[in-house]
Nanobody
Framework: QVQLVESGGGSVQAGGSLRLSCKAS????????LAWFRQSPGKEREGVAA????????FYSDSVKGRFTVSHDNTKNTLYLQMNGLKPEDTAMYYC??????????????????WGRGTQVTVSS
């Protein structure tokens, strides 16, 4: 069992930055795939960024490439999402997710077995 707790959300103006954190606890050594998803009211959940622990490769949605950076600190069991150049369309509840195996499509929410409760990000014009 893995527990995930997100933090770092808040309200910022367009062009601002935020760094989200996802602290994992429990059987953290079993986690292999980690990802960030977001969801706005009335919209489906979309993949934002993902990575495989121990690997340098990261995955990003086209909408955030060049602005967001996902990283993982194994010693702290924490996943991060550095968000720069925030836009109003980035406003959403952001969730972190984890999976103990390789995911064929890391930005697809289906298949992830562990989820945090989310942290709200609001970007105003």
């Amino acid at each position: 069992q893995v527990q995930l707790v997100e933090s770092g959300g808040g309200s910022v103006q367009a062009g601002g930055s935020l760094r989200l954190s996802c602290k994992a606890s429990g059987r953290t050594t079993s986690v292999y795939c980690l990802a960030w998803f977001r969801q706005s009211p009335g919209k489906e959940r979309e993949g934002v960024a993902a990575l495989f622990t121990g690997q340098g490769k990261a995955f990003y949605s086209d909408s955030v490439k060049g602005r967001f950076t996902v990283s993982h600190d194994n010693t702290k069991n924490t996943l991060y999402l550095q968000m720069n150049g925030l836009k109003p369309e980035d406003t959403a509840m952001y969730y972190c997710a984890a999976l103990g195996t390789v995911h064929p499509d890391p930005l697809d929410a289906d298949g992830y077995e562990y989820w945090g409760r989310g942290t709200q990000v609001t970007v105003s014009s």
